[in-house]
């Protein structure tokens, strides 16, 4: 076999896995979800149809018409993600029935899921798009008609970045950037997918952004947090991330109200590389005691206490620790009930796996379009899931944490919450 012929198998064993995976992603994804983009598909396949029997574009002025559309009829399709409500076309002379839904029903479930998978996986391209419609039996696609197929896929994901943040005050949100590889002008090039999560008022996580940056720094933080604000974000208390670049600035400029929480599990591994490896065991240990504590005073005495032990015996560290405690323990000013909830962000590092189980496939991104293609369609799925699983904080703790800061802020304890927030 030559060098040409291993390269061609080689792509086309890993296009093939791509797109199994694809197929297995989609199975378990959100029902919603793979639903809207099915109906997306067919709908958009079933016109392409109907076109070609009136011998032109539905709405376009031609002598060379031959039928009219008429409407619309509603048909009921059992797929493996549920039933979908299809919209099958209807002309004024004769009648229209999409032959690969009819003679061939479970081929052609088969073959839409994977023209789905290979778009939400890989991105919508013209070519790529009138190639597997060719497995339904559809051979007229124009231009135009893949082009608004791929508009309204991408539509359904810019509809969800885009959707108002109305179920606020959001108190406390997690942000985190995802590195990935993208092929522009010619060479890959590393960007940053920002994320956001809240935790909105009715106790649940929502995911409030996405978007794609060229460089994590402080411009690009500022742009983030303000495209939320402008959206709706309101009643953010405290911020929840690792450190990085330029977001503590970000959020003063942003949230001034809002106080920045730095991850506990990520400061543990930051500190412990300031001390000798055989010393690492006795310093996790000994920071672990500070959130131990029952309350937010003994917390903070802990702390002194670490800090003097520490500077006993590794002064470096103790002067890395007594530098980030401030941000470090910022979760004391919430009830103690909230605090395994907000101080770390741990949480985001589950949902970034996930993503990262999708987009690890893929490898590297034909353009930033696919990446935020494929992360805004994991991150609407797990949206779907919150909304439906259990409060990850119950409405009176949430109204407590709300509470608790101001009043331990406020001179005045009987000013109403709206003056004093």
Known sequence: MSKLEGDQHDDRTRQSALHSLAEENLAAASPDLLRAMIKTFADALMSAEADALCNAEYGQVSDERVNHRNGYRPREWDTRAGTVELAVPKLRQGSYFPHWLLERRRQAEQALISVVATAYLLGVSTRRVEKLAESLGVTQLSKSQVSAMAKHLDEQVTAFRNRPLDAGPYSFIRVDALTQKVREGGRIVHVHALVAVGVNADGHREILGLDVATAEDGADWLAFLRSLIARGLSGVQLVISDAHAGLVDAIGAVLPGASWQR???HYARNLLSQVPRSAQPWVATLLRTVFEQPDSDAVQAQMRHVLDA?????????????????????????????????????????????????????????????????????LAEQNDEWTEARRYMGRELHAKARLHPIESETDDPALPTELTS
């Not at 919430?334 to 993503?355: A, G, M």
């Open 310 to 378: 520490l500077e006993a015996k590794f002064p470096k560290a103790a002067a890395h620790l007594d530098t980030a405690q401030h941000d470090l323990l910022a979760f004391t000013a919430f009830p103690r009930e909230s605090w395994r909830q907000i101080w770390s962000n741990n949480p985001q590092e589950r949902l970034n796996k996930e993503i990262r189980r999708r987009t690890d496939v893929v490898g590297i991104f034909p353009d930033r379009t696919a990446v935020i293609r494929l992360v805004g369609a994991v």
């Open 263 to 265: 991850c506990r599990t």
